[in-house]
């Protein structure tokens, strides 16, 4: 069993950045590869980042490739999504996940999101 909850989230200007963290708890952190989805009003949630449990391979959304950066600390079981360079189509909830079937689509724990606003 893994606990997922959010932070960091809030309001920024376009072209500002934001830290978010997911804190984990449950044995299967470490072992876990962790990602990061998001869902705009009146759109399908989709795939963000993702990070293996070492830390060695990360997968993006085209949309997000260069601006963010998944990164995680398996001592403090965080997992964390670093936004640079924001848009306004970055507005979201932003949810962490934990131990996918599929990288990009399914995930068998889920945390209950954080939002975040980008303002033009």
């Known amino acids: 069993q893994v606990q997922l909850v959010e932070s960091g989230g809030g309001l920024v200007q376009a072209g500002g950045s934001l830290r978010l963290a997911c804190a984990a708890s449950?044995?299967?952190?470490?072992?876990?590869?962790m990602g990061w989805f998001r869902q705009a009003p009146g759109k399908d949630r989709e795939f963000v980042a993702a990070i293996t449990w070492t830390g060695i391979r990360t997968y993006y959304a085209d949309s997000v490739k260069g601006r963010f950066t998944v990164s995680r600390d398996n001592a403090k079981m965080t997992v964390y999504l670093q936004m640079n360079t924001l848009k306004p189509e970055d507005t979201a909830v932003y949810y962490c996940?934990?131990?996918?079937?599929?990288?990009?689509?399914?995930?068998?724990?889920w945390g209950q999101g954080t939002q975040v606003t980008v303002s033009s």
């Open positions: 449950g044995r299967t952190f470490s072992s876990a590869t």
């Open positions: 996940a934990a131990d996918p079937t599929n990288v990009y689509t399914s995930y068998n724990y």
